[in-house]
């Protein structure tokens, strides 16, 4: 099972600092027995080709974790496709380009957009070509598939425009739905991977529901997720009417520069106060708020600001 990673344009070369690989070492890391191995296929300033791939240990799978696996023999096609095992093998190896954290001198370039082949496989799934071009078509992706017949195992190809780190963060979610397949005990953890890795992309696809399912399979923990998710969602929002209570009432003042001295009523933690501070016509604020609390947090914040003095 591998991954290849096919990058082209000016500068492609850069993805080595962003993998944090070496293009003239081959790249091996063991992890429980089994063998991570990473290598260039083409490196040059313009093009880079590098491929990762897990050797796995059959004996391993069963010895350490046969139950858990549902192994009961050397030999499991699940185990030596692309699924969530060699995900979770190949992670803590890409794990400088999920989290979009190179040496410093190279973090601009975590958001510098190439056009990208990914090919993994052999894939196992019971989903269609349609299937699999409906989850990576809104991405901007184009999908190729290969197979020898039409129940062997696939080969995938998606090419499209992005950057290393959201092409990557893309993959380690939809492979599992692709190949709907876990080796391991699905909790919160999985749903928090499905937060921070479809930050940005996730709640824009039209199949995210879907993905959902397929991701998080119980039931309960999928409940639990879209109920969390609404909370969010209900958070932002009131954020964002705040925000516009705050540039009304700035509006207000500012239309009338004749007022001098303002009372916030209801201060909390003194954002609204802090931004009338700044106004060139005021020049004094009350601040009223009941909580303790709240006057404690706004005057610790205030004493921050240069021109803000806290009584």
Do not use: C
Request: aromatic residues 10%.
């Amino acid at each position: 099972m591998q991954l290849t990673i096919h990058a082209k344009g000016e500068g492609a070369n850069i993805l080595s600092f962003l993998l944090a690989k070496h293009p003239e070492r081959l790249y091996e890391k063991e992890h429980k027995g089994h063998k991570v191995r990473l290598f260039y296929q083409t490196f040059t300033p313009n093009e880079v080709k590098v491929t990762i791939y897990v050797v796995l240990d059959a004996i391993s799978l069963v010895r350490d974790s046969g139950e858990k696996l549902d192994i009961t023999h050397y030999i499991n096609d699940r185990e030596f496709a692309v699924s969530s095992l060699f995900l979770s093998l190949i992670r803590s190896s890409l794990a400088t380009a999920l989290n979009g954290l190179p040496k410093e001198e190279y973090l601009p370039y975590v958001r510098q957009v190439f056009q990208f082949s990914y090919s993994f496989g052999p894939v196992n799934t019971d989903l269609s070509v349609e299937n699999l071009r409906e989850l990576f078509s809104p991405l901007g992706f184009t999908l190729s598939v290969q197979s020898e017949t039409k129940k062997s195992p696939l080969y995938v190809t998606v090419t499209g425009e992005t950057t290393l780190q959201k092409g990557l963060r893309q993959l380690f979610i939809l492979i599992p739905v692709i190949d709907n397949y876990k080796h391991y005990f699905i909790d919160e953890k999985e749903a928090e991977k499905l937060q921070r890795f479809g930050e940005g992309w996730l709640d824009d696809h039209p199949q995210k529901e879907w993905i959902y399912k397929r991701a998080l399979k119980y039931k309960g923990l999928l409940d639990d997720h879209i109920t969390e998710h609404i909370k969010v969602e209900k958070e932002k929002k009131q954020k964002g009417l705040n925000q516009l209570r705050y540039e009304k009432i700035i509006e207000i003042i500012q239309s009338k520069p004749h007022l001098r001295k303002i009372i916030d009523m209801g201060s909390g933690e003194g954002k609204l106060s802090t931004r009338l501070g700044f106004l060139p016509n005021v020049s004094e604020i009350i601040a009223v708020e009941p909580s303790e609390r709240e006057t404690l947090k706004a005057k610790k914040d205030m004493q921050k600001l240069p021109k803000i003095r806290a009584s």
